[in-house]
C-alpha cells in the first residue's frame, strides 16, 4: 500500500498524505487521467499481464487505494483476468 501511495502522490500532489486507504479516488475526481494510466501500469506490473481497461469499471473495481491493492492480490498469478 505504500508504494501505491506514493504513486498516487507523486501523480497527484493535491492528494492529502494522510488520506484514508479506503478514500474514493476516481469517483471524487481526485485521481485524473494521467495518474489513472500510471496506477494502470503499476497494477500490470504487480500482475505480470497487459491489463484491457475498457473491460474493467475501474470506477468501481479501482475507487480506492484499498480496492486497487484489493484487486491485484485478487487476481495475481492469473495468466488472464478473465479466470476470475
Known amino acids: 500500500m505504500t508504494e501505491l501511495r506514493r ?9 492529502a498524505a494522510d488520506l484514508p486507504d479506503n478514500a ?7 485521481l485524473e487521467s494521467a495518474a489513472l494510466l ?3 501500469l503499476w ?3 504487480r500482475l505480470g499481464v497487459a491489463l484491457e481497461l475498457a473491460e474493467l469499471d ?3 473495481e479501482w475507487d480506492s487505494m484499498s480496492a486497487i ?3 491485484v492480490e485478487r487476481h495475481r498469478g492469473r495468466q488472464t483476468l478473465r479466470e476470475a
Open 7 to 15: 504513486l498516487i502522490m507523486a501523480d497527484a500532489p493535491t492528494i
Open 24 to 30: 474514493p479516488l476516481i469517483s471524487s475526481g481526485l
Open 38 to 40: 500510471n496506477v494502470a
Open 43 to 45: 497494477v500490470e506490473d
Open 58 to 60: 475501474l470506477a468501481a
Open 69 to 71: 491493492v484489493g484487486f
